[in-house]
């Protein structure tokens, strides 16, 4: 629901413009005050969960949401639905780290939580696509504010079945730690401040006064939210979290990934529906495939691989993977058919991002302490909610740039319809490179950082349950020296 909302008003976007009568100015808001709320308060969100109990913030989050989703469903003008937008993200912020923070605490056998981590993965994969398609079908067969009213039954549903289902998790008022409200204030504002600039880029483009000072000042306020960490008791963010280096290159490849997944999204919706004339079903149809892959990719063969290979095995191949499908993209012109060319790359980079939601999410809490779950669910949230809206922002803008570029160089024929769409291709092509070399850095970074290995014993399970024989005990109930040694390297 969170990352498909992120997705599902793109397609609704035109029709609550005009309904509304939202300025061309203005229509970003409809997306970017979801970004925004979202992106700049998941650290917040996933503290408060790690200290008010996760079960709890994660009910309040859903409840949030889906008051939210009937505000914006109901909205009668701009800022009525540009508040429920950011509402949205503001409880979505609640919900993401602490179902991640749940996932993590809930499944700690290695081969439940392999299962586990392939059915998150495929899902947070599959979302941004399934919403593209089920906005085309709202949008075209009911209204556009059925896009946000489709939230409300699922959120009240799951948070009944939350409130049956999870383990209570409360903890007392005489055991919690205090909030760090420095750390909050500075990570929040650096990750608001950041999320904002690259949200204006797409408008104002990156030389402007406001998108260059807004990055300067986010990227301050992230450096003094550092130091000031270094020195809290109670830290927002434990540093300890983010330095060791298989969470660290897990954050950064997913945050990566998502720049070239955010850019595909944008530029096939864009060359289907503009170019080559899709409908809104249409298109939202032409990303299943993708979704299909990321399914199989991420149940069927990564959650099947992560207790018996190493995670850089997984992660590293699967950006290779992706960013193959990129290469094939570079080579999209006007009258490509989808078939050929929409197709094949649209299976490469799902296959590969099911190879990479997986194993990362995974690696996010990996070793984690219970209390520090949700933050460490958070800063993986917080990579991939700032990957998309940057590689958003920044591919836009690309593209944007070589078009008008290419178009320029042929002012004589640039009003004629035919030549703006080969000047459209042109820009799409140009920024599919880009992806693509960002993806490549994301492989080599997945490469020299991530070097978790399966412990001995966890693809049969072995690891978890009551020990059989010495060498299969776990550590803490008369393991040997080894088996402690290892699950010590690993919580290190």
């Known amino acids: 629901m969170i990352v498909l909302d992120i997705t599902i008003v793109n397609i609704a976007l035109p029709s609550a413009q005009k309904d509304l009568g939202i300025s061309d100015a203005d229509r970003q808001w409809v997306i970017t005050a979801y970004t925004l709320a979202f992106g700049g308060l998941l650290l917040l969100g996933g503290r408060l969960g790690d200290l008010f109990g996760r079960k709890r913030v994660f009910t309040i989050g859903l409840l949030g949401f889906a008051l939210a989703s009937a505000i914006g469903g109901a909205a009668s003008g701009p800022t009525m639905l540009f508040a429920a937008r950011a509402l949205q993200g503001a409880f979505g912020a609640l919900l993401a780290p602490s179902a991640l923070g749940l996932l993590s605490t809930t499944f700690t056998d290695p081969k439940e939580r392999s299962t586990a981590f392939g059915i998150f993965g495929a899902i947070a994969g599959g979302g941004a696509a399934i919403g593209l398609l089920l906005g085309g079908l709202l949008t075209e067969y009911l209204n556009w504010r059925w896009c946000l009213f489709v939230n409300t039954p699922i959120a009240i549903a799951t948070a009944f079945a939350a409130f049956s289902v999870l383990t209570r998790d409360h903890i007392g008022k005489g055991t919690r730690t205090r909030l760090d409200l420095p750390g909050a204030v500075l990570g929040c504002g650096g990750l608001l401040a950041i999320v904002y600039g690259t949200s204006e880029a797409v408008t104002r483009g990156w030389g402007d006064w406001l998108v260059l000072g807004s990055l300067g000042l986010g990227v301050l306020l992230l450096v003094v939210f550092v130091l000031v960490e270094k020195r809290t008791p109670h830290a927002l963010l434990p540093l300890h979290i983010v330095a060791e280096r298989n969470r660290g290159g897990g954050a950064l490849s997913v945050g990566l990934a998502m720049i070239g997944m955010f850019g595909l999204f944008l530029f096939l ?166 992806a693509m070399g960002i993806l490549l850095l994301a492989a080599l970074i997945a490469f020299l950082m991530i070097d978790h290995r399966p412990a001995p014993g966890e693809a049969t399970g072995a690891t978890g349950g009551a020990p059989s024989t010495a060498a299969e005990a776990p550590a803490g109930a008369g393991a040997p020296a080894r088996a402690t040694a290892h699950q010590q390297q690993r919580r290190t």
């Open 269 to 434: 919706t864009y060359y289907l529906q503009v170019i080559k004339h899709f409908s809104p079903v249409m298109s939202g149809v032409s990303f299943l495939p993708m979704t299909a892959a990321i399914v199989i990719s991420s149940t069927g063969f990564a959650a099947r691989l992560m207790t018996r290979v190493p995670s850089r095995n997984l992660i590293g191949p699967g950006l290779l993977l992706a960013a193959a499908g990129m290469a094939w993209l570079t080579q999209m012109k006007v009258d490509s058919p989808w078939a050929g060319m929409v197709l094949p790359a649209e299976l490469l980079l799902g296959f590969g991002m099911g190879l990479i939601f997986m194993p990362s999410m995974s690696l996010a809490t990996l070793g984690v302490a219970p209390n520090e779950a949700g933050a460490a669910s958070a800063t993986i949230n917080s990579a991939q909610q700032v990957g998309g809206s940057f590689g958003t922002a920044l591919l836009n803008t690309i593209a944007a740039s070589a078009t008008a570029s290419w178009l320029a160089a042929r002012i004589t024929t640039a009003g004629d319809p035919a030549v703006q769409a080969q000047g459209a291709v042109h820009g799409y092509v140009i920024a599919t490179w880009v």
